[in-house]
């Protein structure tokens, strides 16, 4: 079983960055793809990004390409979402999720199996 916990998250400004960190554990860390999702009150869990088992492959979402990152540390079996040029509409909750997977990425929710509790993202004007 694996346990995913999400830190890093707070209140920023609009313009502002964070960067959200999640830690595995229970698991072979580097066999992971792991994914950022994030949600809103009464909308739907959507996906944000999304890294390979080797961090040699990412891919974003539209509304945050060119303003996340994600990037992994399999020695510290943590999987980090660097957030910059924050805007309103990226508040929500954010979680990162895992799949064991060494075959390509996915922007599913149903291509993951643990979920973390989520960390709140609030950016202020």
């Known amino acids: 079983q694996v346990q995913l916990v999400e830190s890093g998250g707070g209140l920023v400004q609009a313009g502002g960055s964070l960067r959200l960190s999640c830690a595995a554990s229970?698991?072979?860390?580097?066999?992971?793809?792991m994914g950022w999702f994030r949600q809103t009150p009464g909308k739907e869990r959507e996906f944000v990004g999304v890294?390979?088992?080797?961090?040699?492959?990412?891919s974003y979402a539209d509304s945050v390409k060119g303003r996340f990152t994600i990037s992994r540390d399999n020695a510290k079996n943590t999987v980090y979402l660097q957030m910059n040029s924050l805007k309103l509409e990226d508040t929500a909750i954010y979680y990162c999720?895992?799949?064991?997977?060494?075959?390509?990425?996915?922007?599913?929710?149903?291509?993951?199996?643990?979920w973390g509790q989520g960390t709140q993202v609030t950016v202020s004007s």
């Open positions: 999720a895992a799949r064991r997977s060494y075959l390509g990425l996915s922007y599913a929710l149903n291509g993951y199996n643990y």
């Open positions: 229970g698991g072979t860390f580097s066999s992971y793809r």
């Open positions: 890294i390979s088992w080797n961090g040699g492959s990412t």
